[in-house]
T-cell receptor, first 113, second 111 residues
Framework: DTGVSQDPRHKITKRGQNVTFRCDPI?????LYWYRQTLGQGPEFLTY????????KSRLLSDRFSAERPKGSFSTLEIQRTEQGDSAMYLC???????????FGQGTRLTVV | QQQVKQSPQSLIVQKGGISIINCAYE??????FPWYQQFPGKGPALLIAIRPDVSEKKEGRFTISFNKSAKQFSLHIMDSQPGDSATYFC??????????FGTGTSLTVIP
């Protein structure tokens, strides 16, 4: 399978705990995006990388959120001190340098209890 | 504020009918308009896309109509099939940066 891979697929955590998600993009893609999707809504942009450089961050990305893409390969999204409002599907997408044809992974569904 | 407004929220169509989903935007800097299809538990999948210098694009049963002056674009699904039942999102992008998604349309095609 050469698509975008996300791990884990599901995560249940207690409020206040830290969680980390991983995304492996399509290998030749140098752009990587993180989006968040809540039930009944479209995906909302969180951040994106061009290779290892984080080029843009949404105001949705509070100080509790951090994303990295070491060496321009896989990426991690960490949420510290999780809150119930963080419960959502976290989607990763990758694209070539043009950034138009973006391919999404299957997402990580986070439930904070 | 919602950069891209999508309607209707839900749509029920008979098999073989035409499904039409509409989107509107305000920012004239948008230069790429894709449509994504999403099945439950899956990530969105790119269906078809258009740039504002073209008024229509057709791929198989899927057609995008684009009206630059009205700042509107729509997805038409011809000969709708039960397998087309999914949530459809329109989106808009500026210069290869982030996508702004609509709120989605849940399509149900009745056999």
């Amino acid at each position: 399978d050469t698509g975008v891979s996300q791990d884990p697929r599901h995560k249940i955590t207690k409020r206040g705990q830290n969680v980390t998600f991983r995304c492996d993009p399509i290998s030749e893609h140098n752009r990587l995006y993180w989006y968040r999707q809540t039930l009944g809504q479209g995906p909302e942009f969180l951040t994106y990388f061009q290779n290892e450089a984080q080029l843009e961050k949404s105001r949705l990305l509070s100080d509790r959120f951090s994303a990295e893409r070491p060496k321009g390969s896989f990426s991690t999204l960490e949420i510290q001190r999780t809150e119930q409002g963080d419960s959502a599907m976290y989607l990763c997408a990758s694209s070539d340098r043009k950034g138009t044809e973006a391919f999404f992974g299957q997402g990580t569904r986070l439930t904070v209890v | 504020q919602q950069q891209v407004k999508q309607s209707p929220q839900s749509l029920i169509v008979q098999k073989g009918g035409i499904s039409i989903i509409n989107c509107a935007y305000e920012n004239t800097a948008f230069d790429y308009f894709p449509w994504y299809q999403q099945f439950p538990g899956k990530g969105p999948a790119l269906l078809i896309a258009i740039r504002p210098d073209v008024s229509e694009k057709k791929e198989g049963r899927f057609t995008i109509s684009f009206n630059k002056s009205a700042k509107q674009f729509s997805l038409h699904i011809m000969d709708s099939q039960p397998g087309d039942s999914a949530t459809y999102f329109c989106a808009a992008m500026i210069a290869g940066n982030q996508f702004y998604f609509g709120t989605g349309t849940s399509l149900t095609v009745i056999p």
